[in-house]
């Protein structure tokens, strides 16, 4: 069981900022290392609608300035 943290930790606005950056920088990195066929996986979420997970990926083939199947 965790006990919670009696004291609130007060961040600056920089200070949140700048951790925000980080976190989607180091996001950003790791799915740009996946294979496309992974980080389409990884986006996917059909329980929300949207794009299928062949669009996903000629998406991520595009951005990425990769052939895109026809």
């Known amino acids: ?3 919670p943290n009696p004291t609130p930790v007060r961040r600056t606005k ?4 700048r951790r925000a950056g980080k976190a989607l ?3 950003r990195a790791a799915q740009a290392a996946r294979t496309v066929e992974a980080a389409a996986l990884a986006a996917y979420r059909p329980e929300f609608g949207g ?3 062949s ?3 000629d998406m991520i083939r595009a951005h990425r300035g ?3 199947a026809a």
């Open 1 to 3: 069981m965790t006990v």
């Open 14 to 17: 920089d200070e949140c900022i």
């Open 25 to 27: 920088a180091d996001e």
């Open 51 to 53: 794009p299928s997970l």
């Open 55 to 57: 669009e996903l990926e």
């Open 66 to 68: 990769l052939a895109v």
